[in-house]
């Protein structure tokens, strides 16, 4: 079974800029969710998409979004780029939008605003 | 004061040795405990995964979860150069707060042969 994929896994934008990121969870995962990683502040909940509604959201600005497709895959969207959103950004998908659920990660796209 | 805590190393030990890896927590809505390894420029890799107060076995990794002290371990046996990595705790809590998993900041180990 193929695990989560994310795309691209490298970016480089400019301060101000937008940028799109994709992910495709594992086949007959209905739940994704987003985190950011960084080096001082570790890896950081985002927001959790199922069955296309955001189910939960952490404490990011609304500069942060996301939407989730019918097949399950989702994107996150970050738009006025500032330098402190270079980061690594994971997602990781499992079957529910549950804690009881494990949750698979893919490789991260790692971001760097400059 | 952060909801999870964890040692964030740099531990250092010689091939074969026993890892203990440490998380304390505040919350105690946290119901689902993990450990996850990530190697340098990866993305986190599910290890362990436990529900209640006990022991969980697996190969040569023990997870252990202590509710009434809100304390998790993991132990890692006959450790080997490529168990070097960053090893992070996670949790999560009820089913009406989703899939949100809290996580340590992560332990970095480093297995020398």
């Known amino acids: 079974k193929a695990g989560v994929t994310q795309t691209p896994r490298y970016l480089i934008k400019t301060r101000g800029q937008q940028v799109t990121l994709s992910c495709s969870p594992i086949?007959?995962?209905?739940?994704v969710s987003w985190y950011q990683q960084t080096p001082g502040q570790g890896l950081q909940f985002l927001f959790e998409y199922f069955s296309e509604t955001q189910r939960n959201k952490g404490n990011f600005p609304g500069r942060f979004s996301g939407r989730q497709f019918s097949n399950s895959r989702s994107e996150m969207n970050v738009s006025t780029l500032e330098l402190g959103d270079s980061a690594l950004y994971l997602c990781?998908?499992?079957?529910?939008?549950?804690?009881?659920?494990?949750?698979?990660f893919g490789p991260g796209t790692r971001l760097t605003v400059t | 004061q952060k909801e999870v805590e964890q040692d964030p190393g740099p531990l250092s030990v010689p091939e074969g040795a026993i890892v203990s890896l440490n998380c304390t927590y505040s919350?105690?809505?946290?119901?689902?405990f993990m450990w996850y390894r990530q190697y340098s420029r990866k993305g986190p890799e599910l290890l362990m995964y436990t529900y209640s107060s006990g022991n969980k076995e697996d190969g040569r990794f023990t997870a252990q979860v202590d509710k009434s002290s809100k304390y998790i371990s993991l132990f890692i046996r006959d450790s080997q150069p490529s168990d070097s990595a960053t090893y992070l705790c996670?949790?999560?809590?009820?089913?009406?707060?989703?899939?949100?998993?809290?996580f340590g900041e992560g332990t970095q180990l480093t297995v020398n042969p």
């Open positions: 990781a998908s499992s079957w529910g939008a549950s804690g009881s659920y494990e949750q698979y």
């Open positions: 086949s007959g995962h209905r739940s």
């Open positions: 919350n105690s809505a946290f119901q689902y």
């Open positions: 996670a949790m999560s809590a009820r089913e009406t707060s989703g899939s949100r998993l809290t």
